[in-house]
């Protein structure tokens, strides 16, 4: 039977941490990250599971729970004073992601989308619903009794 080579030096390979944290950053899919370090760290065996164990190994989290709230808040305010003021929660959350560094949870951006600026949160609610009601109501001529 065939030994199994291993490579584990990829426990001090700075580049892929920095790699890692870059893909995570743009808030890749998992398997969107697998395909870029397969391809660009081919000496490592990779699967969706060892993945998981090196952004693990590297603490290196998709969402940030422990972030301070007056951080979160100077960069939803920053924003929704500039052209972000249009934006809704998700645009707005992955654009504080990408920008601001900040790993929050969604319904967090949200809710501070809330405090600091709630009068423009409820213009902005309501997509999709409509705003009056048919001129002409329809109804069957056709009885069913």
């Given at each position: 039977?065939?030994?199994?080579?291993?490579?584990?030096?990829?426990?001090?390979?700075?580049?892929?941490?920095?790699?890692?944290?870059?893909?995570?950053?743009?808030?890749?899919?998992?398997?969107?990250?697998?395909?870029?370090?397969?391809?660009?760290?081919?000496?490592?065996?990779?699967?969706?599971?060892?993945?998981?164990?090196r952004?693990?190994?590297?603490?290196?989290?998709?969402?940030?729970?422990?972030?301070?709230?007056?951080?979160?808040?100077?960069?939803?305010?920053?924003?929704?004073?500039?052209?972000?003021?249009?934006?809704?929660?998700?645009?707005?959350?992955?654009?504080?992601?990408?920008?601001?560094?900040?790993?929050?949870?969604?319904?967090?951006?949200?809710?501070?989308?809330?405090?600091?600026?709630?009068t423009?949160?409820?213009?902005?609610?309501?997509?999709?619903?409509?705003?009056?009601?048919?001129?002409?109501?329809?109804?069957?001529?056709?009885?069913?009794?």
């Open positions: 039977m065939a030994s199994r080579i291993r490579n584990d030096n990829w426990e001090n390979d700075e580049e892929l941490k920095k790699d890692l944290e870059k893909y995570v950053k743009q808030n890749l899919k998992r398997k969107e990250v697998l395909d870029f370090v397969s391809s660009k760290y081919p000496m490592y065996a990779w699967s969706l599971r060892t993945l998981c164990g952004l693990s190994h590297f603490s290196i989290k998709y969402t940030n729970y422990e972030i301070e709230l007056a951080d979160l808040r100077r960069a939803v305010a920053e924003e929704m004073q500039g052209p972000g003021k249009l934006l809704g929660y998700r645009a707005l959350h992955k654009k504080i992601r990408e920008m601001h560094d900040l790993n929050v949870p969604r319904d967090l951006v949200y809710a501070m989308m809330a405090e600091v600026d709630p423009g949160l409820e213009e902005r609610s309501g997509v999709g619903k409509h705003r009056r009601a048919p001129k002409h109501p329809f109804t069957s001529k056709v009885s069913y009794c």
